[in-house]
């Protein structure tokens, strides 16, 4: 496995939101504020690489027909630690992802890794790979977050910026409120999966003119 | 404190429509949009949700109320347990009814094919559980807020189904083919249901 390919599949050939289409629940919920996406994206990328590097230990030990379970207990472990560790450390964004931080047990970004990667390659491997989708996960939350809360709210960075305000960008009786409501968030997934579409498929073309 | 029949149809009502856990809570996206491309199989796996939300909730209340919420000798309880447990009961359930089914009722169990395991990874099965504990749900309240969910989710899943197959003959630019054209309409779709935010009947 080349470490420069698998850093490309995770940011963008095979990123994890925007091209496989996995994890989508978080990625609609929480991209509200800066601060909520990377604060996702960060435990998201933790939890992974662990869980990853710990399914990857035991591919040999854990029998094949009780495997997901085996892995639900492993993810949903550090979950819990992250959760606990959140809730300690830094209770507003505990407070701001309330129920997704639980609910990444679920997301299928952390067991579709396991099953796809940490099951077959070795310990270093994975966690690489954990570091890379977990990353690519970031950067995805993190366009939606800017975008939507940039029409929504008409402000960046919020939660993280000018003490939790964000930085006024739009004055605030012309924004979108609609964009940081569920209507947005599909909205804004649908237009940011068809640009990553778009550009995916213009090099390929300009290679075949150039055969 | 008995459940009076008013709040438990408020509890239903709000599940189904005012929050539902598809669109306007973003729960159980993954199905949502995977098993949404025809109505029957929208349909089936609406009802395989429906049936494991209600027996999660129903099992899962006991497990919380009695073993973990319960105060141990020092004091401690084990609520940090609860993602572990409700997951572990969560799957073992799916796992449970999938073998009952097919010994059983083979016609179900044919009509559901893949849909069942997948139910396991299915969050919004995980967050009506995790909502219930937090909410501090009793047990009717409980089971009818996880039956309410999965009613909300058979309706979002099947509009949307049957939106999507209209689609199919529409033209669209080639970049938003497939998925996020979906996501366009679902977004739609959430925009209609955003009407019902104001409703109180009770």
């Known amino acids: 496995m080349n470490v420069k390919k698998q850093f490309w599949d995770g940011l963008i050939t095979q990123n994890p939101v925007l091209v496989q289409l996995l994890g989508m629940c978080p990625t609609l919920a929480i991209t509200t504020s800066l601060f ?26 854990i029998p094949n027909k009780v495997r997901i379970a085996c892995y639900i207990v492993v993810i949903a472990s550090f979950v819990t630690m992250v959760d606990l560790l959140l809730k300690a450390f830094v209770p507003a964004l505990s407070k701001s992802l309330g129920l997704f ?25 994975s966690a690489l790979d954990g570091i890379f989708q977990g990353f690519g996960n970031m950067v995805a939350l993190t366009i939606m977050c800017v975008i939507r809360e940039f029409l929504g709210a008409g402000t960046f960075g919020g939660g993280l910026l000018n003490g939790g305000k964000g930085i006024q960008i739009l004055p605030p009786d012309t ?5 940081i409501l569920p209507v947005g968030g599909f909205l804004t997934l649908g237009v940011v999966i068809a640009a990553v579409q778009y550009f995916m498929n213009k090099p390929k073309k300009t290679k075949e003119v150039a055969k | 404190m008995p459940a009076s029949i008013a709040s438990l149809l408020s509890i239903a009502l709000g599940a189904v429509l005012v929050n539902n856990f598809v669109l306007s ?32 909730s129903a099992v899962n209340w006991p497990i919380n109320k009695f073993i973990l919420e ?32 097919q010994k059983s009722v083979p016609s179900l169990y044919e ?26 749900y009793t047990f009717a309240e409980s089971l009818t807020y996880g039956i309410g969910g999965g009613i909300g989710f058979l309706v979002a899943i099947v509009l ?43």
């Open chain 2, 160 to 202: 949307f189904a049957s939106v999507r197959e209209r689609m199919e003959f529409g033209k669209c630019p080639k970049s938003f083919e497939g998925f996020p054209i979906a996501l366009v309409a679902a977004s739609l779709i959430a925009l209609a249901f955003m009407g019902f935010s104001g409703l109180k009947v009770w």
């Open chain 1, 36 to 61: 909520n996406g990377l604060g996702m994206g960060l435990s998201v990328l933790i939890i992974l690489t662990c869980a990853n590097v710990v399914i990857s230990a035991l591919r040999k030990i």
């Open chain 1, 175 to 179: 924004v979108a409120l609609g964009m």
């Open chain 2, 25 to 56: 809570q973003f729960l159980g996206i993954c199905p949502f949009m995977g098993v949404s491309k025809k109505v029957d199989t929208a349909l089936g796996m609406g009802m395989a949700v429906i049936f494991v939300m209600g027996v999660a």
């Open chain 2, 70 to 101: 319960r105060q141990y000798g020092g004091g401690g309880t084990l609520e940090f347990l609860q993602t572990v447990t409700f997951i572990l009961v969560i799957a073992s359930l799916v796992q449970f009814v999938e073998m009952f089914l």
């Open chain 2, 111 to 136: 009509a559901l094919g893949v849909y069942l395991p997948l139910i396991t990874t299915n969050c919004a099965v995980l967050g009506v559980v995790l909502q219930n504990t937090q909410k501090g």
């Open chain 1, 101 to 125: 931080i639980p609910l990444i047990v679920v997301n299928c970004i952390i067991l579709g890794r396991a099953e796809g990667f940490a099951s077959k390659n070795g310990i270093g491997a």
